[in-house]
């Protein structure tokens, strides 16, 4: 995760799916989110639990999704704890 300012990026190794950028954004404590995709290398396609349920390529394992079901959602919750780091010093 990064700070410039006001903004907060947050970084993903991998193609997230909408929903969960859009979470992200939600859920973040600085006033601007940013979300940067296939920072620091790909994992892949990040597919949200109910993605799975729903089937289709992006959410099988392989070289295409090397993260399992659940993992997106883990990586989400990471980065909004660290991003709560960055930005503690503005909040009330």
């Given at each position: 995760?990064?700070?410039?300012g ?5 970084v ?13 954004k939600?859920r ?26 729903a ?10 999704c ?11 919750n990471?980065?909004v ?12």
């Amino acid at each position: 995760m990064l700070r410039v300012g006001d903004v907060g990026i947050a970084v993903f190794p991998g193609e997230l799916f909408c929903s969960l950028g859009l979470e992200t954004k939600l859920r973040s404590p600085a006033p601007v989110t940013l979300v940067a995709e296939c920072a620091n290398g790909c994992l892949g396609y990040l597919a949200p639990h109910r993605a799975w349920e729903a089937g289709g390529y992006e959410v099988s394992m392989g070289p295409w999704c090397r993260v399992a079901q659940g993992g997106p959602e883990q990586l989400v919750n990471c980065a909004v704890r660290l991003l709560g780091e960055l930005f503690a010093d503005s909040m009330p």
